[in-house]
Structures are given as structure tokens and as C-alpha cells.
């Protein structure tokens, strides 16, 4: 419970920092982290601790230069005393690196499984349309690489700026107190710094979001190939998948290039700009030592401290093409988590039974993007406990409506009822915890036979299971296995058959004990053997329970108690097996088609 509110809140706080600063994806991860700020402090803290050597080591060689050049005990005093300091500074970087990397660490690797949750928790609520539409891949390539890219993003921003600020601090102030005429040549590198950051941003930005796109593109099509391999060897494609692939790698790797060369140009242009400013502070310290303006040995600091500036500049440039990656990837996650597309449940009347009765008054329905009604002006009554088969041509509306009364999808006009409730007016998941779904192609887990059976359940007695495991004629299948019930199924089921896996889909519907029943062409693609067994589980299942069904073999729903022909979205004839054989309309053609081709 406490990981699915972690991830609530994480979500919650998300959504509304996105919103408040919409196109601002920068503020928008400020916000994320807000209340853990300090943790980013403490840890920064002790990086500057654990960095302490390098950052004094420049001033404490210059001390030591100067007492040497001055000679005499003022020398012997400072080796003694700088090289103390610095061999202090030594002792405590090692417990000063543990907790800066333990706060940092922390915090980043936290927020990086609490967005992932998130993301994973606004899945499971977005609707089955908005899943129809986005390919699988890119909400994988979101999940992973740009979670991950925001996590480096969190860790540089965080972290490093305010190291780099930290640094620059102690060099300015330092230098400002020694000596303000080199603490304006040390300035000068500021507007330059900021001036190839002007120049690169947009072409950066643009370049990022490109192999973003291009990224998400690749992970869809990788995807797609690997669900499709056994198509593809089948037709002997496999040249052509190879080809299909390679140049959508090609395209990719060619936006990776392109992004490659903008960061390294930009890289380049700030190194050799800044280096051009170390050799002129060079000559200028030494110009000021040979007048006797400063000390010999403060070349050595100030060319080190120089350096410093320097580095900690190109650092802050090259932070740029970090920041707009892990940006680009806020903006990609908030498609998702701000995403509107969802099942609202919140204050609807949540049911403890149904009885299983539906009205269907009027319902119409058209995809988004298309003109043409899928449904039109539906009506119809369904009883308790009454069985009734949908058929007809394919696009005639029938699996939109299954996904209507499982509430997949709600009516652009008109309205469905159960047991007298408007299904819009109710809280969905309470509802479908009295229905359960065999679909066409079983979808199975990698796990074990019982895991599969009993999914999402828990305190299944061995006398439930055993139960439904017969019911669903799978007796004699797992008496035959190594491990029986404990036996591991392959990813999608692949070690067993068609039959075996809508068995143990109708075995995890039956031990469910729902009051409705939903069967979208359970036995389609089965064999004559398998279907004959498949049908038998199929009738206990059904046996005393309101149940719908869609099925393309029209022998199969002989024993539904009403079959309704549906063609342009409507319901054109209903009756019986035996009355509409009678009548010779639709479903008669339909059906002595079918027995004729068989």
C-alpha cells in the first residue's frame, strides 16, 4: 500500500507542477524535487569537503613557494604548516565522499523509482483507446531511457551546479581579497561562457529532441519485430524485417550523428576559447610578477585558481547538452502523466453485487478521427443469467460493444445500464469485479500454471483452484506436468498450445465466481478437439450467469439463449438458433455459408 501512495503522490505532484508551469519543463522538475532540497545541500556540502584538497592545493603551493623564496624560519614554517593542512584535507575526503554519495544517491535513485511507479500507476488508469493508440515501445522507451535521462539531469543539476557554484565562490572571493585587478580578468570569462551558451542552445535543443523521437521510433519497431518473428519466419520475411529495421537504425544513427556533432562543435568552441583566456592570464600574471605587482609564487595560484574558473565554466557549458536531454525527457513523461485520457471512479457510487441485468438504450458510437458510426441507435434488454451471442460482419460493431459493457469505452450518446445503473454514473472497478473476460488470444504471464490461474487473487483455497481447474477440463493437462500447478509457463504461454492457454484463461475466469461473463471469440482460433473441449468448459462456465458473447463460428453459439445479427451498428435480428433459421434472413445466409465451407 505504501509504494502504490508513494507513487500517488509522486504522480499528483508531478501533474500539478506541469500544469503551473506548462512548457517550462526546468521549473517543472524543481517542483518535482521540492521538500528534498536540502538533502541536495547536505550532499554538495560534502563533495566540496571531499574536494578540498584540489580546491586549496593551488594557494597552499603558492605559500610554500613564497616562504622558500623568502628563506630563512618563515620557510621551514610554511612547508610545515601548508603541507599539515593539506594532509588534514587528505584524511577526511574518504567519509566525506561516503556521505555525499549517500545523500545524493538517495534522493536521485528514490525519485527515479517514484517516477517510474508513477508512470506505471497513470498507465494502468489511462483508458484502453489511448493504449490502442500509442505503441507500446514508446511507453517503454519513456518508462526506461527517459526516466534515466532525467535521473542524470537530476544528479547534474542538483549536484554539480551547485558544486560549480561553490567553487567559483571560494575562487573569486579568494582572489577578490588577494588581488581585484586579476579577479576582473578572472570575470571576463562570464559573458563569453554565456555567449556560447546563447549561440548552441536552440540547434542543441532541437537536435535532442530529434533522436528523442527517433529513439522512441526504434524501441516501437523493435518491439513489433520481436512480437512478429514467427509471422516473419513463417513467410520467409526475414530479409525484409532486416531491411524494415536497419533503416530505421540507419535514421536513428544518423540523428544520433547529427546530435553528436552539434555537442561536440559546441564542446570545442568553449575549450579553445577558454584555453585562449589561460594562456592571456598566464602572460598577464607573469607581466605583474615581473613588476613586482605580486609574488612569484602567486602565479602559481592564480593560474591554478584561473584554471579553476575555467574548468568550472566548461563544465556548466557542458551541462548543457545534459539539461536539455533530461529536459526533453520531462516534456516526454508529462505526455503520459498529464495525459486527461483517463477512467474517472472518483465519488461515483461504487456497487457491492450486481445481478447481472442490462438495458441498452440507444447507443451510438464513432472513433475518434473516423465519421462513420461503429454503433447506431443500439437498444436492447438482456436478462439474468440470459446468454447472448453477437454476430455478424466484421466492423458491425460487435467488439466495441464488449467493450462497452466491460466499460472499456462509454457511449457518445445514449446509455448502457446495469441492474437499472447508468454504467457512467458508476465506479468501474466495482463494477468489473463481478465480471470476468475470456478473450480471443489469452494473455499469459511468465510464472507459474497456479500464479496464472489465480492472478490478482489472494487466499485461493486448494479445493477453489482444483475446482476450476476441472471446470475448465485441464484436469488430465496439469496431472501430466513435471511440477503440476507449479509448473512455469513460458513468456505469452509459449510452451503450450492454443487450447492449453484458453483453458487456463477460462480456469482464472472461473475461479472468479463472477456474476457476468464476457467471451470474445474464445474458440476462433482453435481446432475442432481443442474447441469441442474449449466449449464444454465454456458452458459450466457460463451456467447461471448473464453472458455475452462474440463468436465468428456460428455453430458455437447454438445454445445461447438469444443471437443478435448486428450490421451497420444495429441489431437487425434477434431471436434464437432454431427462429432465426426459421426466418432465413441474415444469420441463416451466415450460417449455410459456414457449413457449406466446411
Same mark, same amino acid.
Given at each position: 500500500?505504501?509504494?502504490?501512495?508513494?507513487?500517488?503522490?509522486?504522480?499528483?505532484?508531478?501533474?500539478?507542477?506541469?500544469?503551473?508551469?506548462?512548457?517550462?519543463?526546468?521549473?517543472?522538475?524543481?517542483?518535482?524535487?521540492?521538500?528534498?532540497?536540502?538533502?541536495?545541500?547536505?550532499?554538495?556540502?560534502?563533495?566540496?569537503?571531499?574536494?578540498?584538497?584540489?580546491?586549496?592545493?593551488?594557494?597552499?603551493?603558492?605559500?610554500?613557494?613564497? /616562504?622558500?623564496?623568502?628563506?630563512?624560519?618563515?620557510?621551514?614554517?610554511?612547508?610545515?604548516?601548508?603541507?599539515?593542512?593539506?594532509?588534514?584535507?587528505?584524511?577526511?575526503?574518504? &567519509?566525506?565522499?561516503?556521505?555525499?554519495?549517500?545523500?545524493?544517491?538517495?534522493?536521485?535513485?528514490?525519485?527515479?523509482?517514484?517516477?517510474?511507479?508513477?508512470?506505471?500507476?497513470?498507465?494502468?488508469?489511462?483508458?484502453? &483507446?489511448?493504449?490502442?493508440?500509442?505503441?507500446?515501445?514508446?511507453? =517503454?522507451?519513456?518508462?526506461?531511457?527517459?526516466?534515466?535521462?532525467?535521473?542524470?539531469? !537530476?544528479?547534474?543539476?542538483?549536484?554539480?551546479?551547485?558544486?560549480?557554484?561553490?567553487?567559483?565562490?571560494?575562487?573569486?572571493?579568494?582572489?577578490?581579497?588577494?588581488?581585484?585587478?586579476?579577479?576582473?580578468?578572472?570575470?571576463?570569462?562570464?559573458?563569453?561562457? !554565456?555567449?556560447?551558451?546563447?549561440?548552441?542552445?536552440?540547434?542543441?535543443?532541437?537536435?535532442? %529532441?530529434?533522436?528523442?523521437?527517433?529513439?522512441?521510433?526504434?524501441?516501437?519497431?523493435?518491439?513489433?519485430?520481436?512480437?512478429?518473428?514467427?509471422?516473419?519466419?513463417?513467410?520467409?520475411?526475414?530479409?525484409?524485417?532486416?531491411?524494415?529495421?536497419?533503416?530505421?537504425?540507419?535514421?536513428?544513427?544518423?540523428?544520433?550523428? %547529427?546530435?553528436?556533432?552539434?555537442?561536440?562543435?559546441?564542446?570545442?568552441?568553449?575549450?579553445?576559447?577558454?584555453?585562449?583566456?589561460?594562456?592571456?592570464?598566464?602572460?598577464?600574471?607573469?607581466?605583474?610578477?615581473?613588476?613586482?605587482?605580486?609574488?612569484?609564487?602567486?602565479?602559481?595560484?592564480? =593560474?591554478? /585558481?584561473?584554471?579553476?574558473?575555467?574548468?568550472?565554466?566548461?563544465?556548466?557549458?557542458?551541462?548543457?547538452?545534459?539539461?536539455?536531454?533530461?529536459?526533453?525527457?520531462?516534456?516526454?513523461?508529462?505526455?503520459?502523466?498529464? !495525459?486527461?485520457?483517463?477512467?474517472?471512479?472518483?465519488?461515483?457510487?461504487?456497487?457491492?453485487?450486481?445481478?447481472?441485468?442490462?438495458?441498452?438504450?440507444?447507443?451510438?458510437?464513432?472513433? &475518434?478521427?473516423?465519421?462513420?458510426?461503429?454503433?447506431?441507435?443500439?437498444?436492447?434488454?438482456?436478462?439474468? /443469467?440470459?446468454?447472448?451471442?453477437?454476430?455478424?460482419?466484421?466492423?458491425?460493431?460487435?467488439?466495441?460493444?464488449?467493450?462497452?459493457?466491460?466499460?472499456?469505452?462509454?457511449?457518445?450518446? /445514449?446509455?448502457?445500464?446495469?441492474?437499472?445503473?447508468?454504467?457512467?454514473?458508476?465506479?468501474?472497478?466495482?463494477?468489473?469485479?463481478?465480471?470476468?473476460?475470456?478473450?480471443?488470444?489469452?494473455?499469459?504471464?511468465?510464472?507459474?500454471?497456479?500464479?496464472?490461474?489465480?492472478?490478482?487473487?489472494?487466499?485461493?483455497?486448494?479445493?477453489?483452484?482444483?475446482?476450476?481447474?476441472?471446470?475448465?477440463?485441464?484436469?488430465?493437462?496439469?496431472?501430466?506436468?513435471?511440477?503440476?500447478?507449479?509448473?512455469?509457463?513460458?513468456?505469452?504461454?509459449?510452451?503450450?498450445?492454443?487450447?492449453?492457454?484458453?483453458?487456463?484463461?477460462?480456469?482464472?475466469?472461473?475461479?472468479?465466481?463472477?456474476?457476468?461473463?464476457?467471451?470474445?471469440?474464445?474458440?476462433?482460433?482453435?481446432?475442432?478437439?481443442?474447441?469441442?473441449?474449449?466449449?464444454?468448459?465454456?458452458?459450466?462456465?457460463?451456467?447461471?450467469?448473464?453472458?455475452?458473447?462474440?463468436?465468428?463460428?456460428?455453430?458455437?453459439?447454438?445454445?445461447?439463449?438469444?443471437?443478435?445479427?448486428?450490421?451497420?451498428?444495429?441489431?437487425?435480428?434477434?431471436?434464437?438458433?432454431?427462429?432465426?433459421?426459421?426466418?432465413?434472413?441474415?444469420?441463416?445466409?451466415?450460417?449455410?455459408?459456414?457449413?457449406?465451407?466446411?
Amino acid at each position: 500500500m505504501a509504494k502504490i501512495q508513494g507513487s500517488e503522490i509522486y504522480e499528483q505532484k508531478y501533474v500539478k507542477y506541469y500544469k503551473k508551469y506548462s512548457g517550462k519543463p526546468l521549473l517543472v522538475l524543481l517542483g518535482f524535487y521540492k521538500g528534498q532540497y536540502h538533502k541536495f545541500l547536505i550532499s554538495s556540502i560534502f563533495y566540496l569537503i571531499k574536494h578540498s584538497p584540489a580546491l586549496f592545493s593551488s594557494l597552499l603551493i603558492a605559500n610554500v613557494i613564497n /616562504g622558500v623564496i623568502e628563506g630563512g624560519d618563515a620557510a621551514k614554517t610554511a612547508i610545515i604548516v601548508n603541507t599539515g593542512i593539506w594532509l588534514g584535507l587528505l584524511l577526511i575526503h574518504l &567519509p566525506a565522499n561516503y556521505l555525499h554519495s549517500m545523500y545524493r544517491s538517495r534522493v536521485t535513485r528514490q525519485t527515479e523509482a517514484g517516477l517510474r511507479a508513477a508512470l506505471v500507476r497513470k498507465l494502468q488508469e489511462l483508458s484502453i &483507446p489511448y493504449h490502442t493508440q500509442v505503441q507500446s515501445g514508446r511507453l =517503454q522507451s519513456k518508462i526506461i531511457r527517459d526516466v534515466e535521462a532525467i535521473e542524470t539531469l !537530476s544528479s547534474q543539476m542538483f549536484i554539480n551546479v551547485i558544486n560549480i557554484v561553490m567553487n567559483l565562490t571560494i575562487m573569486i572571493s579568494v582572489t577578490a581579497v588577494k588581488n581585484r585587478t586579476i579577479l576582473f580578468f578572472f570575470l571576463l570569462v562570464a559573458p563569453i561562457a !554565456s555567449f556560447t551558451v546563447i549561440a548552441f542552445r536552440k540547434k542543441i535543443s532541437r537536435e535532442n %529532441r530529434a533522436f528523442r523521437m527517433e529513439m522512441e521510433e526504434t524501441s516501437a519497431r523493435v518491439m513489433e519485430m520481436v512480437e512478429m518473428v514467427p509471422v516473419t519466419r513463417a513467410h520467409a520475411l526475414e530479409d525484409v524485417e532486416k531491411e524494415r529495421i536497419s533503416r530505421q537504425l540507419e535514421q536513428t544513427a544518423e540523428s544520433g550523428y %547529427r546530435l553528436d556533432m552539434v555537442q561536440s562543435n559546441f564542446g570545442a568552441v568553449g575549450w579553445v576559447v577558454f584555453q585562449i583566456f589561460q594562456a592571456l592570464c598566464l602572460a598577464f600574471t607573469g607581466y605583474l610578477a615581473l613588476n613586482g605587482k605580486i609574488m612569484v609564487g602567486d602565479i602559481t595560484f592564480y =593560474q591554478t /585558481g584561473f584554471t579553476t574558473v575555467v574548468n568550472q565554466f566548461t563544465a556548466l557549458i557542458n551541462l548543457l547538452p545534459v539539461m536539455t536531454k533530461g529536459l526533453e525527457s520531462v516534456s516526454s513523461i508529462g505526455e503520459i502523466l498529464s !495525459s486527461e485520457d483517463i477512467e474517472h471512479n472518483e465519488g461515483k457510487e461504487e456497487l457491492e453485487d450486481i445481478r447481472g441485468t442490462y438495458e441498452i438504450y440507444r447507443v451510438a458510437y464513432t472513433y &475518434p478521427g473516423t465519421e462513420q458510426k461503429v454503433l447506431n441507435g443500439l437498444t436492447m434488454k438482456v436478462k439474468q /443469467g440470459e446468454t447472448i451471442a453477437f454476430v455478424g460482419e466484421s466492423g458491425a460493431g460487435k467488439s466495441t460493444l464488449l467493450n462497452m459493457l466491460i466499460g472499456f469505452m462509454l457511449p457518445d450518446s /445514449g446509455n448502457i445500464r446495469v441492474d437499472g445503473r447508468d454504467l457512467g454514473d458508476i465506479n468501474l472497478k466495482s463494477y468489473r469485479r463481478f465480471i470476468s473476460v475470456v478473450p480471443q488470444m489469452p494473455l499469459l504471464f511468465t510464472g507459474t500454471l497456479r500464479d496464472n490461474i489465480t492472478y490478482g487473487m489472494e487466499n485461493v483455497s486448494e479445493e477453489e483452484l482444483d475446482r476450476a481447474v476441472e471446470a475448465a477440463n485441464l484436469k488430465n493437462f496439469v496431472s501430466n506436468l513435471p511440477d503440476g500447478l507449479d509448473t512455469m509457463i513460458d513468456e505469452h504461454g509459449g510452451n503450450l498450445s492454443g487450447g492449453q492457454r484458453q483453458r487456463i484463461s477460462i480456469a482464472r475466469a472461473i475461479i472468479r465466481d463472477p456474476k457476468v461473463i464476457i467471451l470474445d471469440e474464445a474458440t476462433s482460433a482453435l481446432d475442432v478437439v481443442s474447441e469441442r473441449e474449449i466449449q464444454e468448459a465454456l458452458n459450466r462456465l457460463v451456467r447461471g450467469r448473464t453472458t455475452f458473447i462474440v463468436a465468428h463460428r456460428l455453430s458455437t453459439v447454438k445454445n445461447a439463449d438469444r443471437i443478435i445479427v448486428l450490421s451497420d451498428g444495429k441489431a437487425v435480428e434477434d431471436g434464437n438458433y432454431n427462429e432465426l433459421m426459421e426466418k432465413r434472413g441474415i444469420f441463416y445466409h451466415m450460417e449455410k455459408i459456414q457449413i457449406n465451407e466446411t
